[in-house]
């Protein structure tokens, strides 16, 4: 997952085409990690230490770890860290991006720098820990007494992992939607009013539709919308499961598509990043239809 | 699982009627479907099914009012709710209303293979 996000974020800046993406995301399933590629990404080791270790490697038979380590480039509990990190296996892509010589070792230390900038890749972070609490209350600021407009967002998120094995990043702004956007909404009535919603590309529906269902979606139809509804449905049924836990018991009415609803106030969209596409989720609090 | 019994499908959602209804014809069941509450009602008159699986959140008349009034013309017509919403007073309602059982979507393909058998077999809730 940390390589799709990755490239989509160098797509975005425009860093690397989308040819040379899909090129990548193939190879890397084939590739090792090396170990100077991790040092850099650790923060260990400079580009320029790690070709100097390269060319001393080219001149006698020596891993590179013993020779970072006798040149004081890393220490021997550094080291061991790497190689607990070498197998993971999450930082594949930047060594395919090294091998198909699409970027420079440096220019993907700047990309992965400014990667992590984002806070993008702290997000990963939390992901990967399954601590999504955590995540939507480093993402967003909703203010205080928003307990559970938190709690709604982490459902979401642990809902996109759970029904459509993505691993959702929190992007920041408005998300980009190419063209017409298409958007389904519910509404929760009772002691809480919401207007929730999914607002996506049709390019984003009909993957997330296909995803979610199973069922073979090429375009857009009364499945696909049947598809991205009951995935909706099926999030905001929970919702309403958690809370009547709570004691408070609230309704749904029938999922709807809409066109246009682009009069959105400020924080009433959340911007997730998925594979499949970008999706703005709709939280319209205190609101009916 | 050649059992033949008649099973009606109400759900606003065409994905889920679809999902459902190829598990029941594998369940060796003939089935006919419904798109809202209303149309449930109807097609319960009409039918006379041997089972109904209803959802709640429908346009129309909601899965419990179609509960209610397929419950008044037929006592003993056995209904099972699928629905998302699986809340506190909607199971209360759909229990008080005659419901056989109250199944929270997600469901599996055994939790549907497990209803049929029990009612080819005579169970009730």
Known sequence: MFGQYFGQYLLQKRIITPEALLEVLEYQKTVNLKLGLLAVNAGLMTPVQVETVHHAQRQRDQKFGEIAIEFGFLTPGQLEELLRTQKRGHLLISQALIDKNILTLQELESALKSFKDTGMSSQMENLQSADIDALVRNAIDLGSDAETSYDYIALML???????????????????????????????????????????????????????????????????????????????????????????????????????????????????????????????????? | MDDGLKALICDDSLLVRKQLRDILTDCGCIVVEAADGKAAVDAFAQHRPDVVFMDIVMPVYDGLEALRRIKETDPSARVVMVSSAGTKNNLIQAIEMGAADFLQKPYDRNQIFQVINRFKTGGGL
């Open chain 1, 158 to 289: 642990r809902n996109v992992i759970r029904f459509l094995g993505e691993e959702p990043v929190i992007v920041p702004g408005l998300p980009a939607i190419d063209g017409a956007p298409r958007t389904i909404i519910q509404e929760v009535s009772g002691e809480i009013k919401l207007i929730t919603g999914l607002i996506m590309s049709e390019e984003a529906f009909i993957g997330l539709a296909r995803r979610f269902s199973g069922e073979v979606i090429e375009e857009i139809n009364e499945l696909a919308d049947a598809a991205v509804g009951e995935f909706l449905n099926l999030h905001n049924g929970l919702f309403l499961v958690n809370m009547s836990n709570r004691g408070i018991e609230l309704q749904l009415s029938p999922q709807k598509v809409v066109t246009g609803l682009q009069s959105h106030q400020p924080g009433e969209i959340i911007s997730l990043g998925l594979t499949l596409g970008n999706i703005g989720f709709l939280f319209r609090k205190n609101a009916t239809l």
